[in-house]
Nanobody, 121 residues
């Protein structure tokens, strides 16, 4: 009923920048929290950043001011700007949204398919 489609990953050199986006479509009544998570090979999935529908944000400790999350509520889209990328930022990045669909009184979590970010010289 709800699909999340990510775009914007790729290969970048250390110190470079990338922009990720994730758009939701389907039977959407409302979206509350949106976020980005990442998973590197052999590691657990970890929080990168989240943003509420009021614009409040939370970042993972490793971000240290390098990444910026934002959202466009009219487009049901969340963005992640990654600056100052390091090799240790290499991972698959997943978007997440808490969505209430038409006909339901509760919300559920939906995930994108993941987009690879590789930081290497």
């Amino acid at each position: 009923q709800v699909q999340l489609v990510e775009s914007g990953g790729g290969l970048v050199q250390p110190g470079g920048s990338l922009g990720l986006s994730c758009a939701a479509s389907g039977s959407i009544f409302s979206v509350s929290n949106m976020g980005w998570y990442r998973q590197a090979p052999g590691k657990e999935r970890e929080l990168v950043a989240t943003i509420t529908n009021g614009g409040s944000t939370i970042y993972g400790d490793f971000v240290k001011g390098r990444f910026t999350i934002s959202r466009d509520n009219a487009k049901n889209t969340v963005y992640l700007r990654l600056n100052g990328l390091k090799p240790e930022d290499t991972a698959v990045y997943y978007c997440n949204m808490r969505v209430r669909t038409w006909g339901l009184s509760t919300s559920n979590d939906y995930w994108g398919q993941g987009t690879q970010v590789t930081v290497s010289s």
